[in-house]
């Protein structure tokens, strides 16, 4: 497996982002049917992100730009760059309060 350089993945999928009718661009940096972590980097346009969902398995969040919102039905948290928080294990919704990019980190069930 070659490196992945964060900083630069994260730049790219800004940029893709900001022009994406969704507001959002992601690349699976870890992936795979054999894979029991996957990880994702995500750039998220400020003002958009991902809707309710459920996580796929225990999951963190890790902010690598710009500053997040993490939405669930007991609470809510915001995330900045550098910070890493976990995601609860119901259903939530990411939203990006500036530009921002993150890495998903999902261990599969």
């Known amino acids: ?4 350089h964060l900083p630069s993945l994260a730049d790219e999928l800004l940029a893709a982002a900001r ?3 969704s507001g959002r661009a992601g690349r699976s940096i870890r992936s795979g049917r054999d894979a029991a ?6 750039g998220l346009a400020a003002g958009r992100g991902l809707d309710e969902h459920e996580a796929g ?4 969040l890790q902010v690598l730009t710009g500053t997040v919102r993490l939405r669930w039905a007991a609470g809510e948290l915001e995330a900045s760059a550098g910070d890493v928080v976990g995601i609860p294990d ?5 939203d990006a309060v500036t530009d921002a990019a993150v ?3 999902v261990a599969v069930r």
């Open 1 to 4: 497996m070659d490196p992945v």
């Open 19 to 21: 022009e994406a009718s």
């Open 37 to 42: 972590l996957r990880q994702t980097v995500m």
């Open 57 to 60: 398995g225990e999951a963190t």
């Open 90 to 94: 119901e259903r939530h919704a990411l």
């Open 103 to 105: 890495l998903l980190t």
